[in-house]
């Protein structure tokens, strides 16, 4: 177990009046943050979390962003949640289990109808981690496996989900790692955040050729909650498969995990059709089917 950083002295000094006084060691303070989390969807704000804890904001915040960077915590737009080792602890692969069942029937069927590599992966931090790989006779080139894990900014899969975060978070989380894999790969954060946004205006479908290996080419979408990415999906082939033919299929089963997983998503809202993406060269009809979006304009 990797051990956390040692507190500057500053915090072990007599307590402020009527302020309990603090735990003295890092271990403790740590238990202290983790138990505020008392179940596995709690969202907790630094605020929330030092009202708890009694613990200084500064001290909270400092601990907080530790516990994220090893995966006991997971910072989200809206609050931070049990991470991977948390909920791993309880005898779950990761707290992802929920997420495999209800994708595995879409991406046995998207393999079956592509005869491509079908991937399912969540973000941690600044990688995709995968969670599922289903292939045919091409799964022997593409050099991914379960439980592996990539930079996200180089995947079809990563993007995906990185551009339904607050441009400020993928900054905080993508930042540092960013760099390049191949002469393809996106090499600094305006950049990445260009091509999100063109992600968004596609509501939310992702394209990779050769940005994480050469010669490989991926089309991703998310499986998205009320709170934002859960997962991605994606199909790859080799960087001369025209993904355009079956972005339709990856946007559909994506969304149909959505619903799965959280099934008053849609409640309410009227679809329609995006009828047109710039740059895109679909047809309509396929447009109709790639692009249903409600109301707000924000859902695959």
Same mark, same amino acid.
């Not at 603090?22 to 238990?31: G, I």
């Not at 992802?96 to 029937?105: G, L």
């Not at 969670?131 to 439980?147: C, E, H, I, M, Q």
């Not at 998310?222 to 972005?247: F, T």
């Given at each position: ?82 991470? #991977? &080792?948390? *909920? ?12 495999? %069942? +209800? $994708? /595995? ?29 289903v292939g045919g006779r091409f799964a022997g080139t593409v050099p991914s496996?379960?439980g592996g894990r990539a930079p996200a900014h180089s995947t079809a899969l ?22 390049r894999l191949t002469s393809r790969t996106i090499g600094d954060l305006s ?10 205006? #596609? &509501?939310? *479908? ?12 991926? %089309? +991703? $979408? /998310? ?78």
């Amino acid at each position: 177990m990797t051990v956390l950083a040692a507190e500057p002295a500053a915090d072990s000094a007599a307590p402020a009046a009527g302020r309990p006084e603090l735990p003295p060691s890092m271990v403790e303070r740590m238990t202290l943050i983790l138990d505020a989390f008392d179940g596995r969807s709690t969202r907790l704000t630094l605020e929330d979390v030092a009202r708890s804890t009694h613990l200084p904001r500064s001290t909270a915040h400092r601990i907080l962003d530790q516990l994220v960077r090893l995966s006991w915590l997971e910072h989200t737009p809206f609050g931070y949640r049990l991470g #991977r &080792r948390a *909920l791993g602890l309880g005898g779950r692969d990761g707290g992802f289990e929920e997420i495999r %069942v +209800a $994708a /595995a029937p879409l991406l046995h069927e998207l393999q079956i109808k592509t005869g491509m590599v079908v991937h399912l992966a969540v973000l941690e931090g600044a990688e995709v981690y995968y969670l599922d790989k289903v292939g045919g006779r091409f799964a022997g080139t593409v050099p991914s496996r379960v439980g592996g894990r990539a930079p996200a900014h180089s995947t079809a899969l990563g993007k995906s989900m990185l551009a339904w975060i607050e441009p400020e978070q993928v900054d905080v989380q993508v930042g540092r790692a960013i760099g390049r894999l191949t002469s393809r790969t996106i090499g600094d954060l305006s950049t990445l955040h260009q091509e999100l946004n063109r992600i968004r205006q #596609r &509501r939310g *479908l992702a394209f990779e050729r050769g940005e994480c290996f050469p010669d490989i080419s991926c %089309v +991703a $979408a /998310a499986i998205r909650g009320p709170e934002g990415p859960l997962a991605s999906i994606s199909l790859v082939g080799d960087a001369r498969m025209p993904l355009e033919k079956v972005a339709p299929l990856v946007v559909d089963a994506a969304r149909q995990v959505s619903l799965a997983l959280h099934p008053n998503l849609e409640a309410g809202r009227r679809p329609r059709a995006v009828r047109s993406v710039a740059g895109a060269t679909w047809s309509p009809q396929t447009l109709d089917r790639l692009l249903v979006a409600g109301e707000n304009g924000d859902w695959l």
